[in-house]
């Protein structure tokens, strides 16, 4: 009674608050993470992408399963080895009116390499050799050996008028004044960890986006992005806490979007001769490393029961992992069944190998890169412990764990990685093929796991342009790894987004990225 | 006086520079940028290259000598992450800060010292008990946990207030600050508060005390004979004895606030230099976390300064510097 007779006397002050909500058109996103700087060509960072990805085109597009789309590019083929032919699309304009041509295609990707940062862009431009213009509409791109994956690689390569000039950087771009694109909206105004204002911009060559303008609001603090939502101050939020997910989900005023993402939890085994931290069996120290063995590998997989994991661990927000990608991404096999949990075979394969007792080992993991990676840690280590193993979890903040992973310095360690790509190749290209520093591969190899059998097919894999047949020798190498247990897969993360009921709608994307433009408004009026 | 300052610029440099080389070990111990920050797919070539290209090959004390020649300068390095200059963005980020500090410790203040006054005055009487009470509140329980409570209930249920964010800014004397509109203040009101609950009980705890221990005193008797009132007792002579321990921690204070506001910041989501710090941190972006923490140590110099001022004007007794 006091409660709605304040509400109803204070209601001006409330108004003010939430009067962003007021206007229909508008649409307020609280997102965890925001850009880093409005240069589209500055970082890989995710976040900046899909933050920038309002402003600027690709050529090349993906849909929420990540399969390619025509973007700025309405057509791509290989038509010799090393080049590749992209169409662009006729008609598409520039923000400040001027028409999108191949000139600008060819400006955009020169641009990278002198303006690129840390998380350097010059990763999507690594095959390319030279880009030549044909003609207004006509692009070749001349690549540095074959390379199948060019169009994947350009699905975040942004593209900037010509007009740009070479002296554009950050500071112009995040005043606003080079940051001009063919996007679906406007830049208006951006500050390093603030608000990301966009309005409309009327010639798009796309669909009409629902939205005439909108805020996309940095909200790093999980609690603190719910109560934005709760209280009316944003639209929408983006990574819901497992925390708040299940009171969201019976909440008639909240609506959840829930969706597999590209994350998936994995173990890495090292099978380097000597462990970095040594092994210990009944307290001490053995000479050999026994996750060289395979039946140990296979052991500690068939141990890992992920029904509980996902059920139990994560509250339901994960989908158990049987391969290093999720279903239908470029390479998926499915000639791995679904993995199943057997205790008492892995028992004899430890007993097997030598070790019916056990071993004492080192289990490393992050607890802050991706929801849920200390709670799976610390499961594994308990369903590992009933197999008989002494199991040393530990997770780490990734400001820790990723320098000393990169050092290789743990025995067995457990990190997400995503296929952002959607594609096999930079996947196994990164983590899975031995590590070859002069052939780009095994960057992120650190368990020491070299199959010669695995590079060979993955290698004819990135050689072969023909897609099909690519797409073959790929699912050969994901049976060949899982069977190796080269890695342990273990969950598909999960994520969650929360509007207001009866709001709006769209699809979630299984890379996370929260467009505006594919955001429908459910209007009442 | 002058003697004082000289002294005082001295220490101050010799402080920054010891700082400056332990905040470098530091943050060199932690581990290599380039190794948190690249991309997974990026081959080794093009982090050797970003290595190089950021001078993290160097051994330690060379990238020092480095910094210091362009701090020289005049240049503390542009950011890792924002490729924008270190200060430019720590200077963007104060004033939401010192809006948010310079009203929690009003708050603070205006609430606290009286509260202390009075729980001093009549240490006896049910309201000084509750006042004391409430400051143990204030300190023991956990900032962020407030914040929530605080969130829930006047921005969800009630819907008062907005539950973060920083308001819109106007110009007052030509500065321009959110504290100058009235959705300035709806935002700033409820994060200023929180921030200020543990100063407030700091400070009720420190006036209480000192003013306990004034009230026995000689003086007070005396002026208690000669007849004055109470009032001109507490507020002319009492207060003015108590307020040396008082300002020194409202000024220690003041600092750390300023410094170290982060997790009101996070959770109300405003956009301070708290926050910035943290995400520098957890990036590992060198540039920001060496300029900031060397800001903080300069900060701290100049408001331990200012009190020393502030001592001197307060106790005569006080003389800076050597001169008799």
Known sequence: MLKNALRTGIAAVALFAAAPAAFSQELTIGLRAGPDSIDPHWSTLGSQAEALRHVFDTLVDADDTLQLQPGLAVSWEPIEDTTWEFKLREGVTF???????????????????????????????????????????????????I?????????????????????????????????????????????PKGDLVLERFDDSWREESAWERVIRKEIPDDAARVAALRSGQ???????????????????????????????????PTVKDVAPQPIKVNGEEIDVNPLQDLRVRTALDLAINRDVLVNVVLEGLGTPANQLMPEGFFGYTDEIGEKEYDIERAQELLTEAGYPDGFEIDFTCTNNRVPGDAVVCEALAQMWSRLGLTVNAQALNGTVFFPAAANEEYTMAMSAWGTLTGEAA???????????????????????????????????????????????????????AMEDRALIPTVILQTVWAAGADTLTFTPRVDQETRAYEIESVNAE | MFGFIISRLLQAIVVVFAMSIIVFVGVYAIGNPIDVMIDPAATAEMRARLIAQYGLDQPLWKQYLTFLANVAQGDLGRSMVYNTSVTGLVFSRLPATLELVLVAIAIATIIGIPAGIYAGYRPKSFASKAIMALSILGFSVPTFWIGMLLIMGFAVELGWLPSGGRGDEGTFLGISTSLATANGWSHVIMPAVNLSLFKMGLMIRLTRAGMVEAMQTDYVKFARAQGLPDRQIVFKHVLRNISIPVVTVFGLELGSTLAFAVVTESVFNWPGVGKLIIDSILTLDRPVMVTYLILVVILFVIINFTVDIVYARLDPRVRLGGTK
Do not use: C
Not at chain 1, 171 to 186: D, K, L
Not at chain 1, 241 to 254: G, H, Q, R, V
Not at chain 1, 441 to 460: I, K, L, S
């Open chain 1, 426 to 480: 930079y996947t196994y290209g990164a983590m899975v093929h031995s590590k070859d520093p002069e052939k780009g591969f095994g960057n992120f190899n650190r368990t020491g796991y070299a199959n010669p059998e695995f590079d060979e097919v993955f290698v004819e894999g990135t050689q072969t342009l023909d897609a099909e047949e690519r797409r073959a020798l790929y699912e050969e190498a994901s049976l060949i």
């Open chain 1, 95 to 145: 923000h400040d009116g001027t028409p999108f041509t191949a000139e600008d295609v060819k400006f955009s990707i020169d641009r990278i390499p002198d303006v690129t940062g840390p998380m350097s862009m010059t990763l999507y431009t690594k095959y390319v050799d030279s880009v030549e213009v044909i003609d207004d509409y006509t692009v070749h791109v001349h690549t540095k050996g």
């Open chain 1, 147 to 191: 390379a199948p994956a060019l169009p994947n690689d350009f699905t975040r390569m942004f593209i900037v008028p010509s007009e740009t000039g070479e002296g554009a950087g950050n500071e112009e771009f995040n005043s606003g004044e080079a940051a001009i694109g063919t996007g679906p909206y406007r830049f208006v105004s951006w500050e």
């Open chain 1, 234 to 268: 944003v639209d929408l939020i983006n990574y819901v806490p497992a925390t708040d997910y299940l009171s969201m989900e019976n909440d008639p005023e909240i609506e959840t979007f829930t969706s597999d993402s590209v994350y998936i939890l994995n173990v890495q």
